[in-house]
Structure formats: C-alpha cells, structure tokens
C-alpha cells in the first residue's frame, strides 16, 4: 500500500510500490491508499465516488439504478454474478454507475433467468471492476472517512501508471455542487405502460412477465431526474396513465398534459445544483393543488422547494436493509436506501412535517405538507426489500389523486 498523502495534499510517493504478483486491477483513493485485485468486466479506468451498498441481492438493479451515477460500487456481500444478467432486472437501458469492487471473484451463473453472464454484461456496457479486495476494510475506510473519491482501472497486461491514476483522483471535482440528474434525465417526454412484474406462474402464458396495458383510472405526469422504471411500473400497475417529463421541464409544460398528480423521481447528485432550475417549476407545481409525490431526489426537491436546505452525507445510505419508523403510525419498515445528501436538520420552514426518520442515524426520511396533498420520502418503496414494507406509500399517493379529483 502506497503511503498516504499529506495534510496538505502532497502528492504521495509511489516509487517503491510492488505490485502484487497477478493483479490485473487496482483501485487508488484520493490520499493514496491502494487495493489491488484482480480484474473483471471492461478493461478500462473509471474515476468517481466510492460508496458501499450492504444489500443481499440486486446487483444488477443496483448497477442500473440512475442514483448512483459518479460512483464506484463497493458490494459487501459475495455472490455478484449468481444470477447471471437479464433483459428484465434493470431500472434503465444504460447503467450509470461507473463501476464494482468486490471481494471474490464472480460467481458463475445459476438461475433459470440468465441471458447471461455477468462478466459479458459488464463488458458491454464499458464497466470495469476489480475483485479480491478487502471489503471489509474498504467499508470500514468508507464508514469512518467518508465516501472517498477514488480511481478505478482494469489492466489485463498489470501495466500501472500510479501517478497518473492519482492525478485523476485529484482532478475529479467531487459530487458536491454536480448536477447529474441533467445526464441522466430523458431528452424527451414519453408515455410508460408496463406495469409491475409477475412470477412465472402469474404472468403472461405461464412467464414471467410485466403486466402490459394496466386499466387506466388516472393521469400521473413524472418529473425525471434519474426514474427507476419499477418506481414507473408501481404506478402504472395502480391504474396511471405515467407521462415522463425531462428534469428541466417548466411547470406550465407539465400543466399542459393536465395531470392528476405530479411525481418527482429519484436521482443521482446534488439536489441544489438540479434545484437551480427545478426548485422554481416544483414550487408552482405544489400551489397548483394537485397531488404531489416524491421519492429520493424527487424528495429533496420537494424540501428544497418549500423552503428547506440539503446537505451532503458523511458516507450516505445505500442498501436494502435500512429500518425507517413512519411517525405517523409508529410502524418501523424495512427499506431500501441510496442517497448521499440528506434534508439539513432543523430547516423545514413552519408547516411541514417530518413524517420518517431512519432508525440507523435518525436523519429525515419522509415530509409532507400539512394541509396539503403534498409527501416524500427519502427511501425507495419501490425496491421491495421487505419486501413490500412502504408499498403503501404508492397507494396512498393515488388515493389522494381519487379524493382530490
């Protein structure tokens, strides 16, 4: 391991580093610290935000949601790679996470819905990863320092420039005051028709299967900073017609598709660099007096435009084993998490309510508007770790659709 940099960000010394016999990756953090591995997936470099997610299952969803575009993966748990890739576990056609670090190599396929293996699914899609790390001590790293930046590189033939991959870490401006919502948003508004997905023995000619064409009760325009489409296929399976709007579109464009209720999605960056052309067209959108939901960044968002302040997390939230306490019932949900700002503490402004707290560090998982038909949490509901602990969110958000039509 190559020493770590000074306080004043000397640039560390590397001249006397070994590399390991076979290692074919190497992951370096900003202060120099090196975890070499052997590679997978794309041969190629990757520079971003380290972050950990603690979920059992779900790699492939994980790798595909739009929250964590400019971040490098660290899994915790082994197994990557059992259920080879699919056509269906994906929340968009283009993964916007940059890449994997895992602690064992990938796991040969075993499952009936493999398409294929994992590694060629990497592959094609320009990811590279790196295995044979020590997770735990990654994560601990991650826990106690916070979410480093770090670079990440693939080298089939183990030729390192270590210089180099350091003055990439130090380059990378960092997630703070990055608007990435933009990259990943929808370039163009668009109708989702797929509804959520069904066992083999309930689907489609005894598949599994979405549902197609749910009956149509209400009309539910999305606002896209990064949607997840099983976030889009709740909906639809509770009988909306989803109409999906760029991140950037103004509140009068939204009006025109004359909705029933407003959806802010989930996604990837710093709310208060989206919100420097969003917060305005939600703040509209919330006097308009229609019914008003959101989930993730779309929940921050929502704070931002009432009134509130966001700030960054030491290390962030991300897996599917988050218990969240709904204060409104006193039931604790077990949900699935990945966020790396929060709601400051203390700047709602009078008149919202915090309606969820997270049981692991007691920061604000849900708002809503009193008086109202205004909420948000801050977890997904739609990532079914409890699996179905915070579906009612979705429910109760069409519910005040029906009561206010």
């Given amino acids: 391991m190559a020493q770590p940099a000074t306080a004043d960000n000397a640039k560390p010394d590397f001249s006397s ?30 520079v971003g935000e380290v972050c950990f997610n603690t979920s059992l299952t779900g790699y492939q969803e994980i790798m595909t949601d739009p929250s964590y575009a400019g971040q490098i993966i660290t899994f915790t748990f082994p197994h990557i790679g059992n259920v080879g890739a699919n056509s269906m576990d994906v929340e968009t056609t283009t993964p916007a996470a940059l890449g994997l670090v895992l602690r064992a190599d990938l796991t040969e396929p075993s499952n009936y819905r493999a398409e294929r293996h994992f590694d060629d699914w990497l592959k094609s899609f320009d990811l590279p990863g790196i295995s044979g790390v020590d997770t735990r001590r990654l994560t601990r790293r991650i826990r106690d320092g916070g979410a480093p930046t770090g670079c ?146 779309g929940h921050q968002m929502l704070a931002l435009s009432l009134g509130a302040k966001t700030e960054k997390m030491h290390q962030g939230h991300r897996g599917a ?35 969820h707290r997270s049981l692991f560090d007691g920061t604000i998982e849900g708002i809503r508007l009193t008086g109202r038909p205004v909420f948000s949490v801050q977890h997904h509901p739609e990532a079914s770790p409890g699996p179905k602990d915070s579906h009612y969110l979705f429910q109760r958000f069409v519910d005040l659709i029906d009561k206010e039509s």
Avoid at 27 to 35: I, N, S, V
Avoid at 205 to 217: A, M, Q, W
């Fill in 17 to 46: 580093v070994a590399k390991p016999d076979g290692a074919t990756a190497v992951l370096m953090l900003a202060d120099g610290t090196l975890f070499w591995g052997r590679g997978l997936g794309a041969a190629t470099t990757r």
């Fill in 152 to 297: 990440l590189m693939h080298a089939p033939d183990g030729v390192f420039d270590l210089d180099a991959l350091w003055q990439k870490t130090r380059d990378w401006p960092g997630l703070e005051g990055m608007d990435l919502a933009i990259q990943v948003s929808c370039r163009q508004t668009y109708q989702w028709r797929e509804g959520t997905w069904a066992f083999a023995r309930d689907g489609i000619n005894g598949e599994d299967s979405f549902e197609v064409e749910p009956e149509i009760k209400r009309h539910v325009v999305a606002m896209d900073f990064g949607a997840k489409r099983n976030i889009l296929r709740n909906l639809s399976s509770l009988g909306c017609k989803v109409t999906v709007v760029p991140a950037n579109a103004t509140a009068e464009e939204i009006m025109a598709h004359e909705p029933d209720g407003i959806f802010l999605a989930n996604g990837p960056g710093d709310p208060a660099a989206t919100g420097k052309y969003a917060v305005a067209e939600i703040s509209k959108l919330v006097e308009s007096g229609k019914p008003v939901f959101g989930i993730c960044l």
């Fill in 321 to 355: 084993n988050h218990p969240v306490k709904d204060l409104t019932t006193g039931k604790v949900e077990i949900t699935s998490q990945n966020h790396g700002f929060v709601i400051s503490e203390g700047s709602l402004p009078e008149g919202v309510e915090i309606t």
